[in-house]
Each structure stands twice: as C-alpha cells, then as structure tokens.
C-alpha cells in the first residue's frame, strides 16, 4: 500500500489521492463518451479545474484528449474526408497562432471564467444553426475552435455539430471528426510550450490518463444503453452546470477579491 501511495504521489506535483481521482476520471469519462457518444471531455475538463492549478488544465487535459481521438483516427483514417480536412488545417494553424499570443497576456481568473462561460452557454444556449457548410466556412471553423478550444479546452463540441453537415454517412463524420481533434490537440502542445509550461512534470500522470482512457473506450463499446439520450443530456446538463458555478465562485475570488 506503501509503495503505490507512494508511486501516485510521483505521478505529478499534485498529491496521490488526487492523481488517482484524475485517472478514475479518465477512466469513467473515455467509458462514457464511448457509451452514450457526448459528455465525457466536457466533464473531464471541468472536474480537472476544480483540483489543478489553472496553467496545467487546458494542456493536460489536451494531451489525454490526444491519445483518445488519435487512437480513433488510426482505426478510421481510411473514412476521413481528407479534402474537407484540408481546408480545416489552415484554420487550425491560425487559431493556435492567435491562441499562443493571447494565452500568456491573461490575468489570474479569467481562465476559469472563460471555462465557466463557456460550459454553461453549450448547455443552456441556443443551438447552432444547420446550414450548408462551404470550404471558407470549414477554415472559418477550424481557427475558431483551435482558438476556443485552447482556453476551454472542450470545444469539441462545436466541431461535431460542424461536421455533422459534412456527409450522411456517419463513419466519415466520426473519422474526419478524430481527425480534426487530434489536430487541434497536438497544437496545444506547441501553443503552451511556447507559453512556458512544463509538460515534463505533468508526463506520467497523462500517460496513466490515456492509458486507463483506452480501457474506458474499449469498455464502452461494449456495454448497452440504459438510459435515453434526452435523460442523460439533462443529467450532464446540471451535473456540468454545478460545477460551472464553482468555477465562477473561484474566478470572482480571483479577479475581485484578491
């Protein structure tokens, strides 16, 4: 018992108890994802900003994100739709140009206050609107989303409701969709190496994520639905909602009270 407290303690700066929480958590949420198709990056990321310190939450969390959609593409990179995929990289390459020159000019707070924002307008705004999406709209969409999804981290979202324009069959939305999020992803490590953070310290802890997160995955494409998706989505709804409102709590003591 000695020695595994002992080796999650190694894990990362923060203590064993909550590197074993973490990698639970990336168990439970590649499960879900897997099982019910939404949800788990969403609350990954938000349960990751309540323990972490606010620097680490958006890389640590990409690179597990990483490892989950790029084990994804290599199963289906034959159903990518490589033209549409095309246009999207320029986007990509200019959302993390963006990105990298805002991230290290924002003051205490503002993170967890753009995570919170954002967590509570996907699950109580409007939805996106469907329309035809053209070449320009997909590098449009490609900068927007590298750019958001470097400050909150699951922008994920936008992407799939993008894509799902794309083509009726939905092999190649899922293949182009791994594609492009494993894009985004790897930018995020040159976008916060270049701002100074030290993903070294963090290493073992995001390889014990991906690890457990392939476990998740395999799990839940074996297990069968229990519940609708109208019942899920309004559990997740309040579940991240909850959290969102912690979140602002730490970013009000941040930016005002400090």
């Not at 000019?105 to 053209?134: D, H, K, T």
């Not at 981290?153 to 939905?170: C, D, F, N, Q, T």
């Amino acid at each position: 018992m000695a020695s595994l407290l002992a080796l999650l303690d190694s894990l990362s700066p923060l203590s064993g108890g909550v590197n074993a929480l973490l990698i639970l958590l990336s168990l439970v949420t590649a499960w879900m994802t897997s099982a019910f198709g939404i949800g788990g990056s969403a609350l990954l990321i938000m349960s990751m900003a309540q323990v972490m310190p606010p620097a680490a939450v958006i890389p640590v969390h990409g690179m597990v994100q990483l490892g989950a959609n790029g084990s994804r593409f290599t199963l289906t990179w034959r159903d990518v739709d490589y033209r549409r995929l095309a246009a999207i990289v320029p986007g990509i390459l200019i959302g993390a140009a963006m990105a990298s020159w805002l991230l290290i000019r924002l003051p205490p707070g503002m993170l967890e206050l753009i995570i919170a924002s954002f967590m509570i307008f996907m699950c109580w705004g409007p939805s996106l609107p469907a329309r035809a999406v053209g070449m320009g709209g997909s590098l449009v969409m490609g900068a927007l989303t590298t750019f958001l999804s470097s400050f909150v981290g699951a922008a994920g979202s936008i992407v799939a409701a993008y894509l799902k324009h794309i083509s009726p069959e939905r092999l190649v939305r899922v293949a182009t969709f791994s594609a492009v999020m494993s894009l985004q992803h790897l930018s995020k490590a040159f976008i916060f190496g270049f701002a100074g953070f030290v993903f070294f310290d963090w290493l073992l802890l995001m390889a014990a994520m991906i690890g457990v997160g392939f476990v998740g995955t395999w799990a839940g494409l074996k297990v069968l639905q229990q519940v609708s998706n109208n019942n899920f989505d309004f559990i997740m709804k309040i579940l991240l909602t909850i959290l969102s409102i912690r979140l602002l709590w730490v970013a009000f003591e941040k930016l005002v009270l400090i």
